[in-house]
């Protein structure tokens, strides 16, 4: 809800409020990276989108847009 409002902070707190209760919450993490992109926290999208991938199925529908995020965050810290 806050996302489409343009309230990226509070949907990002929203999401850590999630992952608090349960960690390992797939679309918490998939949230919080695609988030963290939109605040230009590359280092901790990386952690994040990396997380998410590491938990989610090879048949997730989500998994090619998680990996194409990656693909992109990881560019841009290369880049500094």
Do not use: T
Request: glycine share 6%; charged share 35%; aromatic share 6%.
């Amino acid at each position: 809800v806050y996302a489409g409002q343009g309230k990226i902070e509070l949907a990002l707190a929203d999401m850590e409020r999630a992952l608090e209760i349960d960690p390992d919450l797939l679309e918490a993490l998939a949230a919080a990276g695609f988030l963290q992109v939109d605040l230009k926290r590359w280092a901790d999208a990386e952690r994040s989108l990396e997380r998410a991938l590491k938990i989610a199925p090879q048949e997730w529908p989500y998994r090619p847009a998680l990996e194409g995020q990656l693909r992109q965050v990881k560019r841009r810290l290369r880049k500094g």
